[in-house]
C-alpha cells in the first residue's frame, strides 16, 4: 500500500522516468554477458553489449533489421532482453501490458545469432499472454506462462507442450493472484530445475475468494463490474501449494507441505540442488517462517529453520532471496531475531552462523562473491537516510564500507557476476542522479559519471536535514525545504508530507526529497516550509525495534509521533502555528485523515489521497500482518481506523480517490463520507472516474489533480511570511 508518483513536466517528469527505470529494474535486472564485464542495454531500434573494460565503445546485437519481423515493416518495441547461457540465444520481451502494478504480460520472441532467424514464441496464444518466459539451463527451451497454465516450447523444432491444463481466472498455474502480488512481491510462479528436466511452480486456488467488484460507468453506456479476486481482512486467503512436473509433461508431483494450505503462505521457493527444493512458509498471522527441504520425486518435507516474531516476520522486503554457496551444503539468509537485520549462513541442517554483526540493518545484499571471498551489501550504520556499500568477509566479520565518504547520500549498485565491477549510482537530496561504472572493492570509476544535460537546467529544492526528540523520548528523522529567501523573523505556513506506514520511508536523502509532484509552481518561492517526519513503524534501518513498535498500532502509535515531532517543529518561532497542513497519498492518506481527527488543534488543513478509511475494507496479508487476526483483534482494527476519529474533525479537509481504484477501494472513500455527513462536517471531495490508486489515467488527469490539490492548499492554508 505505498503511495504512487505520476507524471508531470519539468523534475516531476525527471522523477518520474528515475521511478520508470526502477520498475523495470525491479523486473528484469541487468543483462550480464557470463564474464561479468559486458551488460545488455536495449536502445530504440537495437539491443546492444556494452563492455565495461572498453568505455564508450558498444557492439550491436540486434539491429533494426534484424528485429524487424518478416513480412514487417516496423521493428519489435523490445521492453526486456534475456541472454542464453552461451550467448547464442536472446529472449526479447514485447508488445507489453500492465497486470495491476506491473507490465508483466507481453509476447517473446527469441533471435538465434547462429541462424540470424527471428520466431515469435507461443503461436496460437493470445496477444501480449505470455508471462515471464525463461530459458531452460542448456537454452534448447524456454518456458512461459499463458492464460494461468504452463508451458514448455522446443527451440529446435518450436513444439509446445501444455504442462498445466487446469488455470482458470481463479485457479492459477505459474503466477499469482492479486493479494499475493501486492503484498508479498511474488509475481513470476515457477522455477526451472538445475538439470532443465523439471520445474516447480505455484497453485494458487482463489475459487472461495470473493470479487470485490468495481463499478466502470463511463466506457459503456450502461454500467458494468470489473471483478477483482480480493480477500479483505478476516476473509481467508486462497489455498496454495507447491507441484513440480517433468518439462516434457505428465502429472505434477505436489509437496507434502504440513499445515492448513489456506492458512498458510508460502513466499518464497526455489531449487535447492537437482533433486530438492526449498520453501518458506509463513502462518496466516505471519510471525512465524518455517524454512524447509522438500524432495522434488516423492514430495517428502523436513523442515530445517524456524523462526518466530512477537510482531512479525518480514517476507516482502527480505534482502537475501535463496542464495545458495557453491558448494550446495549452506545458503545465506536475513533475520531480524537479535534485533537488527543480519545475515546468517544456515546449512542444510539449520545449524546457523552470523555473518555480519553489529548494531545495524544490512538492507540489501548486493552480490556473493564466493570467488573473492565476500558479501557485498547496502547499510546506513549512522543515518537512516542514506544508503552504502559495505562489504563483509564470506565467512563473517566485521563490515567496512566501500562506498567512499565523498558520496554522501543515496548509492546503489548492480554488481556484475565476477564481482569485480558495478553499476553505480549516485543522488542526493541536493544533486541529480550521477552513473557510473566502479572497479571493486577499490570503487574506483571506470567511465561515466557525467551530469546528463537535463540535470543542469533544473532548479533542485534545498531540503535541511535534522531530528527531533519527542516528548514520549523518540527521536525522529526530518527533512524541511525553507521558503525562498527565508525571513526568521516571519511566520510561514508549513506544510507536512506524511505516509506514516511500514511500506515506504518519506525522508531519504535521495533524488527529489523535498519537491512535492503535486504543487503547480515552486512551493519554497510561494512561501511555504514544506517538511516531512519519519515516524516508528517506516522501513528505516533503525533495527527492529524501531519498525515493529507499530504492530497493532496503525493509526495510533505513527499518527502520535507524527503529531509530537511536528510540535516539537511548531516551535519554532517562524513557524505559523494557524497554517499547518498535512497531505498524503494512499497510506500516507489514511495518516492525514488521522491526524487531522486526532490532533485538529496542530492540523488545521487535510488533502488525502486514495486512504484506507476503514482498516477492515484493506487486503488481508497487508492490515493483518500488522495488525493481527479476527476475531480476537479486531478492535485494533476498529478503533485506529480514521472512520472512528471522523466525528472529530474541525479544519478544513479535501479527500480524492479514484473509483477504479483495484488497491484502495472507493467504498473507503464513501464510508468516510457518509460518516462525515452523519456527524454534520462539511469537507470537500474530487472522486476520479475510473482512475486507479496512481489516479493518472485519462487525458489530463495528472494535471487536473495538482491544480485541485494546489487551489485548496492556497485557499486554506495561505502561502507567503507574515
Not at 535447492?272 to 498471522?285: C, K, M, T, V
Not at 577499490?442 to 543542469?456: D, F, V, Y
Request: hydrophobic residues 35%.
Amino acid at each position: 500500500m505505498k503511495y504512487s508518483l505520476f507524471r508531470q513536466t519539468g523534475l516531476a517528469a525527471s522523477l518520474s522516468l528515475l521511478t520508470a527505470t526502477a520498475a523495470l529494474a525491479q523486473n528484469a535486472g541487468t543483462q550480464w554477458t557470463k564474464d561479468g564485464y559486458g551488460y545488455l542495454e536495449v536502445r530504440r531500434d537495437s539491443v546492444v553489449q556494452l563492455d565495461i573494460r572498453q568505455p564508450g565503445q558498444t557492439r550491436t546485437l540486434l539491429s533494426k533489421r534484424q528485429l524487424t519481423p518478416a513480412g514487417q515493416t516496423a521493428p519489435l518495441g523490445v521492453r526486456r532482453v534475456a541472454l542464453s547461457d552461451d550467448g547464442r540465444l536472446i529472449l526479447l520481451n514485447t508488445n507489453t501490458k500492465k497486470v495491476w502494478r506491473y507490465d508483466t504480460r507481453g509476447d517473446y520472441w527469441v533471435y538465434d545469432t547462429g541462424s540470424k532467424q527471428l520466431t515469435q514464441l507461443g503461436k496460437g496464444r493470445p496477444e501480449s499472454s505470455l508471462m515471464f518466459a525463461k530459458f531452460s539451463p542448456d537454452g534448447s527451451k524456454v518456458a512461459y506462462v499463458s492464460g494461468h497454465n504452463l508451458y514448455v516450447e522446443n527451440l529446435t523444432d518450436h513444439a509446445i507442450t501444455q504442462l498445466t491444463s487446469d488455470g482458470t481466472d481463479k485457479l492459477i498455474n505459474g503466477t499469482f493472484d492479486w493479494v499475493y502480488e501486492e503484498e508479498l512481491d511474488c509475481r513470476d510462479g515457477f522455477r526451472w530445475s538445475p538439470d532443465g528436466q523439471r520445474i516447480a511452480y505455484w497453485q494458487l486456488d482463489a475459487n472461495k475468494t470473493r470479487n470485490y467488484l468495481m463499478l466502470n460507468t463511463t466506457d459503456a453506456l450502461y454500467p458494468f463490474t470489473v471483478p477483482v479476486e480480493y480477500p479483505v481482512v478476516g476473509e481467508d486467503p486462497s489455498r496454495c501449494r507447491v507441484g513440480v512436473v517433468a518439462a516434457s509433461g505428465g502429472a505434477t508431483k505436489w509437496m507434502d507441505v504440513p499445515g492448513d494450505a489456506v492458512q498458510h503462505y508460502i513466499p518464497r521457493m526455489e531449487w535447492a540442488g537437482a533433486n530438492e527444493l526449498i520453501i518458506q512458509q509463513l502462518n496466516r498471522r505471519q510471525n512465524e517462517s518455517k524454512l524447509m527441504l522438500c524432495t522434488a520425486a516423492t514430495g517428502a518435507v523436513k523442515p530445517i529453520y524456524t523462526e518466530t516474531d512477537k510482531a512479525w516476520v518480514t517476507a516482502k522486503d527480505e534482502p537475501v532471496g535463496w542464495d545458495w554457496l557453491q558448494d550446495g551444503k549452506s545458503f545465506v539468509w536475513a533475520s531480524e531475531k537479535d534485533g537488527w537485520r543480519h545475515l546468517y549462513q544456515i546449512d542444510r541442517a539449520g545449524k546457523e552462523k552470523l555473518l555480519t554483526p553489529g548494531n545495524y540493518d544490512v538492507v540489501s545484499v548486493e552480490r556473493i562473491d564466493e570467488a573473492g571471498k565476500t558479501i557485498y551489501f547496502l547499510a546506513s550504520p549512522t543515518n537512516a537516510t542514506q544508503r552504502y556499500l559495505y562489504k563483509v568477509p564470506l565467512k563473517g566479520g566485521k563490515a567496512e564500507r566501500v562506498t567512499p565518504a565523498a558520496l554522501s547520500g543515496t548509492n546503489g549498485y548492480e554488481i556484475s557476476p565476477n564481482g569485480k565491477v558495478a553499476l553505480h549510482r549516485y543522488a542526493s537530496a541536493s544533486s541529480y542522479p550521477v552513473s557510473d561504472v566502479v572497479d571493486l572493492p577499490t570503487h574506483k570509476r571506470l567511465s561515466g559519471g557525467e551530469m546528463p544535460e537535463q540535470a543542469k537546467k533544473l532548479k533542485l529544492p534545498k531540503p535541511e536535514f535534522f531530528q527531533v526528540k519527542t516528548v514520549d523520548g523518540v527521536t525522529l528523522d526530518g527533512w524541511m525545504v525553507k521558503p525562498t529567501n527565508f525571513d526568521p523573523a516571519k511566520k510561514y505556513p508549513i506544510v507536512f508530507m506524511v505516509y506514516g506506514e511500514p511500506a515506504s520511508q518519506t525522508v531519504t536523502d535521495n533524488f527529489g526529497t523535498g519537491f512535492n509532484r503535486l504543487y503547480q509552481g515552486s512551493m519554497a518561492d510561494d512561501g511555504y516550509i514544506y517538511a516531512s517526519l519519519e515516524n516508528r513503524g517506516a522501513p528505516a534501518p533503525r533495527g527492529r525495534e524501531f519498525r515493529k513498535a507499530i504492530y497493532h498500532n496503525i493509526g495510533a502509535l505513527n499518527i502520535r509521533d507524527q503529531a509530537m515531532g511536528a510540535t516539537e517543529v511548531l516551535k519554532n518561532k517562524w513557524v505559523d502555528t494557524s497554517r499547518v497542513a498535512v497531505w498524503g497519498w494512499s497510506g500516507g492518506g489514511s495518516s492525514t485523515l488521522s491526524l487531522m481527527f486526532q490532533y485538529p488543534k496542530i492540523y488545521k488543513t487535510g488533502i488525502s489521497i486514495a486512504a484506507v478509511d476503514n482498516q477492515l475494507n484493506y487486503d488481508n496479508i497487508y492490515q493483518e500482518r500488522y495488525m493481527g487476526l479476527l476475531p480476537e483483534d479486531k478492535h485494533y482494527f476498529v478503533d485506529n481506523s480514521p472512520l472512528a476519529h471522523a466525528k472529530n474533525l474541525r479544519g478544513n479537509l479535501l479527500l480524492i480517490h479514484g473509483t477504479g481504484d483495484d488497491n484502495v477501494h472507493y467504498n473507503n472513500a464513501e464510508q468516510m463520507i457518509n460518516e462525515l455527513v452523519k456527524n454534520g462536517k462539511t469537507f470537500q471531495l474530487m472522486a476520479y472516474p475510473n482512475r486507479t490508486h496512481g489516479i493518472s489515467e485519462g487525458e489530463g488527469t495528472s494535471r487536473h489533480l495538482a491544480a485541485t490539490y494546489t487551489k485548496f492548499l492556497k485557499e486554506n492554508c495561505p502561502p507567503g511570511g507574515r
